[in-house]
Nanobody, 123 residues
Framework: QVQLVESGGGSVQAGGSLRLSCTSS????????MGWFRQAPGKERQRVAV???????AYQDSVKGRFTISRDNAENTLYLQMNSLKPEDTTMYYC?????????????????WGQGTQVIVSL
């Protein structure tokens, strides 16, 4: 059974940093696509950053220059280093993964999801 487990969320003041981690288990190969998404209550889930197994990556415009996605392919582990956090970054963050032949940029390309980790940024 495939599982994705996020960790590293928490509360931080604006301007601070957090590092999210996502550990994958139950999948013996390296995921082709791994990504971070976030969703505020009542809003659509949005892509934050995605990383392909070949090194390709993409970011949401609002996090460019502040967030960095990285992954350990051998361990199927995904990270999100979040710097210069803003109150508007406050929400639930979800890790996702998939290996189908679909573009990694899109929400529908991901069939496996973690339970999420909460990030709260205060002034």
């Amino acid at each position: 059974q495939v599982q994705l487990v996020e960790s590293g969320g928490g509360s931080v003041q604006a301007g601070g940093s957090l590092r999210l981690s996502c550990t994958s288990s139950g999948y013996r190969y390296s995921w082709r696509c791994m990504g971070w998404f976030r969703q505020a209550p009542g809003k659509e889930r949005q892509r934050v950053a995605v990383r392909e197994s070949d090194g390709g990556r993409a970011y949401q415009d609002s996090v460019k220059g502040r967030f960095t996605i990285s992954r350990d392919n051998a361990e199927n582990t995904l990270y999100l280093q979040m710097n210069s956090l803003k109150p508007e970054d406050t929400t639930m963050y979800y890790c996702a993964a998939d290996s189908r032949d679909l573009a990694c940029s899109y929400l529908y390309s991901f069939g496996y999801w973690g339970q999420g980790t909460q990030v709260i940024v205060s002034l």
